[in-house]
């Protein structure tokens, strides 16, 4: 849990200065160019989700983020992995920075517009939230196809033991 809350911290406090550093020196409709034209910073207010889908429902994107902050709470509790808990990190630390612009920015609480404004190339504009969202998921996402569970044990590793000494007791007996 200790990794796991100062993973999201760190995330929390990069999301909320990036944020704050975008609002305050990037001009709407004025992207300042890095990498040419494929890398930018361009202010955006994002009332839906990822890719600007269910822009309507910010209300219920809000709720989703505060289930999700519960949930990685409540799964952290458990948690004897170091590599679930840096992706339950990225993960929380990305679902508060944003879950704070939701109750605090404008148009007003549970409907506030997330800032974004990383530009690359064809993909959408991103924050730092967001990124740390995605690398957590995938990383995630990885660790259960490849059957590593947040309490520290690997799945079947049991059974490959039982497997192991089922096979020698029979080496054993025939021997």
Same mark, same amino acid.
């Given at each position: ?7 999201? +911290? ?11 550093? +975008? ?6 409709? !004025?992207?300042? !160019? ?14 839906? +989700? ?30 004897? #992995? ?48 967001? #990124? +740390? ?15 590593? !569970? ?8 049991? #059974? ?16």
């Amino acid at each position: 849990m200790p990794m796991l809350v100062s993973i999201a +911290a760190l995330i929390l406090g990069l999301d909320l200065v990036t944020k704050i550093l +975008a609002v305050r020196h990037i001009k709407p409709g !004025e992207p300042i !160019e890095l990498i040419g034209d494929v890398v930018t910073l361009t202010l955006v207010r994002n009332p839906g +989700a990822a890719f600007s889908m269910a822009t309507g429902m910010t209300w219920v994107l809000t709720l989703v983020a505060i289930g999700v902050v519960i949930g990685v709470i409540k799964i952290g509790r458990t948690l004897r #992995s170091p590599w679930w808990a840096l992706g339950l990190g990225l993960v929380l630390g990305g679902a508060l920075g944003n879950l704070i612009d939701r109750i605090f920015r404008a148009p007003g609480p549970l409907q506030g517009h997330v800032v974004d404004f990383v530009s690359v190339g064809w993909w959408p504009v991103f924050n730092v939230a967001d #990124s +740390a969202i995605v690398c957590g998921a995938i990383l995630l996402v990885a660790l259960t196809l490849f059957g590593f !569970e947040p309490d520290g044990t690997r799945a079947g590793a049991d #059974s490959d033991a039982t497997a192991d000494s089922d096979l020698d007791a029979g080496k054993a007996a025939g021997a």
